[in-house]
């Protein structure tokens, strides 16, 4: 499943290539016809995420909510724009190309689609959703578990249903609706403290609450919890404030080094030619995440792996206590 970063990046993506345009909007399958119709022709004011759901703020207080779930994913044809100048992502190694394909989302992997995009626009690609495209650039939405169009209100409650996301640095219900969120109250830090240490649910599964802590999934919660040496049983009611401060703190270091290289690299361990590697080799990216009954790379422990919240869990049963 896609996680916060890859959303960002989405949401980046239609900041450089969409918003400011007034793109032609369809659906090709045919499920989001009545959707697409509402939006088709408008300009594309804001694109923006919290946690893995994108917003996108079309004139007339329309707004685009997509949550890709497990299998969706966006394609981009066309002019693509890098992300960030002089940072070559992984997925725009080499040179730039004018015209190419991008995918975003599907778990793990972002990467170019083909080489060259021969004609444009490009005919859609199975199950296409939702297509929107301006005379230069075609995102193609596949496989989403929500995509849905929203008005300001529905949309504020829609963000306000998500906890704390470190990446967001404005008050995007206030870009997105027009309507600014409820007094600040305490910070987006404070907030999630209190929320991760209320209740005696396991932190393992606190961290997975988009209504906790809004972005994070099943890589980055194995991750967290290995660089805090914290047992993923311990109750939110044990850990310490501090701790929790800590995780919230380290979830923005790693929120925002995913979003700048579009890949989860979770080692602080490794030096500059340590992290070139893993960022080639998925194998060395991570502590424990997808290595069960492989030696911890701390102590050496067989990493165990377990159910938590239907999802799988892995952890050092040595340094995590
Ligand atoms: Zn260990």
């Not at 040179?95 to 394909?101: E, M």
């Amino acid at each position: 499943m896609p996680e916060g970063h890859t959303v960002h990046r989405i949401a980046r993506q239609f900041a450089r290539d969409l918003v400011g345009h007034r793109p032609a909007v369809s659906s090709p399958q045919g499920r989001f016809a009545a959707g697409a119709a509402l939006l088709d022709g408008r300009e594309l004011l804001t694109s923006a995420a919290v946690g893995k759901q994108l917003f996108l703020g079309f004139e007339g207080g329309h707004v685009l909510r997509v949550h890709l779930g497990l299998y969706g994913a966006w394609d981009f044809a066309g002019v693509v724009s890098p992300l960030e100048d002089g940072v070559a992502a992984v997925a725009s190694l080499g040179a730039p190309r004018v015209r190419r394909r991008l995918r975003m989302g599907e778990g793990e992997r972002e990467g170019d689609v083909g080489a060259e995009v021969e004609e444009f626009p490009p005919a859609p690609v199975g199950q296409v959703r939702v297509r929107i495209a301006t005379e230069a650039t075609v995102a193609d939405l596949r496989g989403p578990t929500a995509c849905e169009v929203l008005d300001p209100a529905a949309t504020a409650a829609a963000i306000d249903r998500l906890g704390p996301d470190p990446a967001v640095e404005d008050d995007v219900r206030a870009r997105v609706t027009g309507t600014p969120s409820e007094a600040a109250g305490p910070g987006a830090g404070d907030v999630v403290v209190q929320r991760l240490t209320a209740r005696r649910t396991p932190v393992g599964q606190l961290l997975m609450d988009q209504a906790v802590v809004a972005g994070i999934g099943n890589i980055y919660r194995a991750e967290l919890l290995y660089r805090a040496r914290l047992d993923p049983h311990t109750p939110g009611t044990r850990v310490p404030r501090e701790t929790a401060r800590a995780l919230w703190d380290d979830w923005a270091l790693l929120l925002a080094d995913g979003i700048r290289t579009g890949v989860m690299l979770t080692r602080e361990d490794l030096d500059e030619a340590g992290r070139a590697a893993a960022l080639a080799d998925p194998a060395e990216r991570h502590w424990v995440y997808g290595r069960a009954g492989e030696p911890c790379r701390t102590c050496g422990t067989p990493v165990a792996v377990e159910e938590m919240a239907g999802r799988r869990l892995y952890w050092c049963p040595t340094c995590q206590r």
